[in-house]
C-alpha cells in the first residue's frame, strides 16, 4: 500500500556507504542499526514543531502510554542527528550573539563568574531541584555578562500562547521594537543542492506561528522571517529561506493555530471516549498523496500500512483500556486539562 511512497530515510539508507573489515566495523555497523527503548519519551504536546498534527498519531501514542509512562525508541542515528543538532543550534546562537541584535535571554557559562554560579541549576543527591538557576539578562540584544564581560549563552525564548507552547531559535533586532524570526534547521548536503525544494512545508508552519506568538504575547512588530538550512558537516554551506510577514500570513496562522488546536483536541476526546473515528475524520493524510506534501519524511510513518483503510485503522485504534488505565495516561501527559 505504501510501497510507492519513498522517504528521505529510506532513500538514505539504500545509498549509504559501508567499508567493513574486522568484527569492529561490523560492530559499529550494528550499532548504527540498533535503537534503544526508554520509559522516559516525551509525551505528545499542542507545539508548533509538531504541525501538522496527526490526531491518529497523537491518539495512538495516549494508547501505548496505559503503563503509566511514555516508551520512547531512538535509533542510533536518530541519536546522532538529535544531537548533532542541538550542538549546532547552541554553537550558532552563542556566535549570533555577539552581533547584539540577537534578542533574548543569557546565561553566564564562566565558571570563575559569580553569574554563572547563580545561573546554574542546583539539585540534591536525590536529583530533586533545590533551585532554579537566574537567568544574567532578560529579553535583551547584551549578551555580554554584567561581571565578567564574557560573552554569554543563549537561552531561547518560550511562548505559551493559549497553551501553544514553543521554544524560538532566533528573534534577531531589525529596529526599534521591529524584529525578524530566524529558525534552524540541520539537514545534509544533498537536500541543500535541491534547494528548490526548500523550505518544507512543515517549516512554514511552524516558524510563522512563532511570528504570530511574539506579536499576540510581547506586541512586536514582526517584519519577517528566516528558514536557515545549512550542512551537518560543514555549517559553511547553507540555503535561507525567507518572507515578510504580512496580513495574509497573519490571517492563515490565525486559522492554522486553530485547525492544529481542534486535531489535538479530538485526538485527546477520541481516546477518552474510544471512538478512533473522531480521530480518523480529521486526519491529515487522507489519501497517500497528502502524506508525502504534509507529514515529515525522517522515519515512515508507524501507521503507514492501515492508514488509508478506515475499517483497518478503525480496527487497530480500537483499545481496550480501563477507566483507571485512562486516567492514568491522562495525569501522566502535561496540559490535558485544557483539552478533555
Excluded at 33 to 53: C, L, N, Q, V
Excluded at 313 to 333: A, F, G, Y
Aim: charged share 25%; glycine share 6%.
Amino acid at each position: 500500500m505504501f510501497s510507492s511512497i519513498d522517504t528521505s530515510a529510506r532513500a538514505f539508507t539504500s545509498k549509504r556507504l559501508e567499508v567493513i573489515e574486522t568484527d569492529f566495523g561490523r560492530a559499529y555497523k550494528e550499532a548504527m542499526d540498533s535503537a534503544i527503548r526508554t520509559k522516559h519519551g516525551r509525551p505528545p504536546e499542542y507545539r508548533p514543531s509538531s504541525f501538522p498534527i496527526c490526531p491518529v498519531l497523537t491518539y495512538m501514542k495516549f494508547v501505548g502510554a496505559h503503563r503509566g509512562y511514555y516508551e520512547s525508541e531512538m535509533g542510533a542515528g536518530g541519536g546522532f542527528f538529535t544531537s548533532v543538532g542541538t550542538a549546532a543550534h547552541e554553537n550558532i546562537q552563542y556566535y549570533m550573539g555577539n552581533n547584539m541584535r540577537m534578542w533574548g535571554n543569557w546565561k553566564c557559562r564562566n565558571p570563575k563568574c559569580r553569574h554563572a554560579l547563580r545561573a546554574r541549576d542546583l539539585y540534591d543527591e536525590d536529583g530533586t531541584i533545590l533551585r532554579k538557576g537566574k537567568l544574567t539578562r532578560k529579553h535583551t540584544t547584551n549578551n555580554k555578562c554584567p561581571g565578567c564581560d564574557h560573552s554569554m549563552e543563549y537561552i531561547e525564548i518560550e511562548i505559551n500562547y493559549r497553551g501553544l507552547k514553543g521554544h524560538i531559535d532566533a528573534i534577531y533586532k531589525m529596529g526599534k521594537n521591529m524584529f525578524w524570526v530566524g529558525d534552524y534547521k540541520t539537514t545534509t548536503k544533498n537536500i541543500l543542492k535541491k534547494s528548490s525544494e526548500l523550505p518544507k512545508r512543515e517549516h512554514l508552519m511552524q516558524v510563522p506561528t512563532y511570528c504570530y506568538a511574539l506579536e499576540k504575547l510581547y506586541g512586536m512588530k514582526i517584519l519577517g522571517f528566516s528558514l536557515l538550512y545549512f550542512s551537518r558537516d560543514n555549517p559553511y554551506e547553507f540555503v535561507e529561506k525567507s518572507d515578510t510577514w504580512t496580513p495574509r500570513w497573519r490571517k492563515q496562522i490565525a486559522k492554522l493555530i486553530r485547525s492544529q488546536k481542534t486535531n489535538y483536541q479530538v485526538a485527546v476526546q477520541a481516546f477518552v471516549q474510544n471512538k478512533p473515528e473522531l480521530a480518523i475524520r480529521y486526519k491529515p493524510c487522507q489519501k497517500p498523496s497528502d502524506y508525502e506534501k504534509l507529514m515529515p519524511a525522517y522515519e515512515p510513518c508507524p501507521m503507514a500500512d492501515v492508514c488509508f483503510c478506515n475499517k483497518t485503522l478503525h480496527r487497530t485504534m480500537k483499545h481496550k483500556l480501563t477507566q483507571s488505565q485512562i486516567i492514568k495516561v491522562l495525569d501522566i501527559t502535561p496540559n490535558m486539562d485544557r483539552y478533555t
